[in-house]
């Protein structure tokens, strides 16, 4: 706690200096939850996951037009380390090892018309599998699929790794590419990871097209993973989202998800997910959203099947509350599990 302290006052002090005339936009969010296995019910299982995040762009208009320096961190803690749940997919996509801190982005980020870059340590999560419904459930398949994180060391979270993003946007039309240093053989635990030697240690590349229009979204990518003296593998992905019913107060649309990865050469060959999702379920527009989701993964060692019942309360623009329920089967054995997760936002 001392640490985090010292970091939000560090940020505070910096801020202050920076971003009177919005030439420093930042913006800290803190997301805590509870966590308790229904089916076994034992009290010494109730844990609390604690995600801090904290991140800041410095534009730089008055040097040089459409630029930016971007920095961000996350800092994670857990009270207990073992699963409450039998599950490979991971119930909560907010928990994992303790890291007082990690270091999610750190680079520059230039714009030139429809195009932009960024070069710097940068993670995957902030680019990819974060559309409006697959990013509103808390299982953590709902974003990167398990037939790339299961499969790969790309930088999920709370990882970052050296690379290069690009993008590319023309009206509806979005075209990504991501290369990162590949982190199977690097030290995890650093707060910056520096390292980038894809000859050494190998690379991850993403390439994803998408097409967005004002009701939906819809994209289809690949990965490719290439560790040194292995064969280059890859995993195929797609991912839809609709508005299929709109009125004067409800809106109510629909997720799919399908990934696979070749089985000769992968864990989890195949997952797929398929859910519905309503905003403003009370008619009071931009508070609310309930959603249900299904998602299985069938890997080597077996298939899961995971089911998610979630409901959002927005309560000011800056504190929210998100009860979930999560169904669990694997390998004969069924578990259900409660999670209430509570989020602070401040920023400018």
């Known amino acids: 706690m001392k640490k985090i302290f010292i970091i939000c006052m560090s940020l505070y002090y910096f801020i202050s200096i920076w971003g009177q005339d919005q030439i420093l936009k930042y913006e800290v969010n803190n997301v805590g939850e509870l966590q308790y296995n229904i089916t076994e019910a034992r009290e010494k299982d109730v844990k609390y996951v604690n995600l801090l995040s904290m991140e800041a762009s410095l534009r730089t208009d008055k040097w040089w037009k459409n630029g930016s320096f971007d920095i961000a961190f996350w800092s994670i803690g857990r009270t207990f380390s073992h699963n409450i749940a039998n599950d490979f997919l991971t119930f909560s996509n907010i928990e994992e090892d303790n890291f007082w801190l990690v270091c999610s982005k750190f680079g520059y980020h230039q714009t030139f018309g429809d195009f932009s870059l960024f070069a710097g340590i940068r993670n995957m999560n902030l680019d990819y599998f974060n559309s409006p419904y697959s990013s509103f459930f808390t299982n953590s398949s709902a974003g990167i699929f398990p037939t790339i994180s299961i499969n790969y060391s790309v930088p999920n979270y709370p990882l970052g790794a050296i690379g290069l993003h690009t993008e590319y946007t023309k009206g509806v039309i979005n075209v990504k590419n991501s290369y990162y240093n590949n982190l199977d053989n690097v030290n995890k635990a650093l707060i910056f990871n520096f390292k980038f030697n894809p000859k050494k240690y190998g690379f991850v590349n993403i390439t ?35 508005s299929i019913l709109q009125t004067d107060k409800q809106e109510l649309g ?95």
């Open 208 to 242: 994803q097209f998408a097409y967005m229009p004002l009701d939906g979204f819809y994209a289809a990518g690949v990965v490719l993973d290439k560790l040194p003296e292995e064969s280059l593998r890859y995993s195929l992905y797609m991912l839809a989202e609709q």
């Open 254 to 348: 629909i997720v799919a998800q399908l990934g696979y990865a070749p089985r000769k050469s992968n864990e989890c060959y195949l997952y797929y997910g398929v859910g519905v999702v309503m905003n403003n379920l009370f008619g009071r527009k931009g508070r609310d959203t309930v959603g249900l989701n299904a998602f299985r993964a069938n890997m080597s060692q077996g298939a899961e099947t995971a089911l998610e019942m979630s409901y959002k309360y927005i309560i000011t623009s800056h504190i929210s509350i998100q009860p979930a329920l999560h169904y669990i089967h694997r390998e004969g054995k069924d578990d259900l599990v409660g999670l209430l997760r509570g989020s602070f936002t401040f920023g400018n």
